[in-house]
């Protein structure tokens, strides 16, 4: 092997490992320059997850209706998500009570109609078990 092929084969491997380690050794202004996220806030977050219950309960409901879930499965499913609503109904009640200013924010479909039948039913069931458990404790 002659000693220019050599030397041009080190030089390829330097410039190559440089490529890869640049970014490690010299990182980029772009980053530090990011603001930071804005917080989210705790009311419009549990709202949120209250919304993400109402939806499982209907897909749930849904599946149930055409078959895809069995009835031992659903009942099981639908009273774990229903406890977890009652939980995140139980933080909103507590957050309005640290906060009586605050009103959480309506519910409302894509096309802002408000909320559907459905939903309504979901929260009153919701409400009532609230009311139950309130009752026990």
Do not use: N
């Amino acid at each position: 092997m002659e000693a220019s092929s050599l030397i041009m084969g080190l030089l390829i491997g330097l410039l190559c490992i440089l490529f890869v380690a640049w970014p490690f050794l010299f990182p980029s202004r772009e980053g530090q320059k990011r603001l930071p996220a804005p917080p989210v806030d705790e009311l419009q977050e549990l709202i949120a997850r209250r919304e993400a219950v109402y939806s499982a309960i209907r897909d749930l409901d849904f599946d149930f209706e055409t078959g895809k879930l069995e009835d031992e499965d659903y009942r099981l499913q639908r009273e774990t998500w229903i406890a977890r609503g009652v939980e995140v109904l139980k933080a909103i009640d507590a957050y309005q009570a640290l906060h009586p200013q605050e009103r959480p924010l309506a519910q409302t479909d894509s096309d802002g109609a408000g909320a559907p039948p459905a939903a309504a039913d979901l929260d009153a069931q919701i409400e009532a078990a609230v009311a139950a458990r309130r009752r026990t404790a």
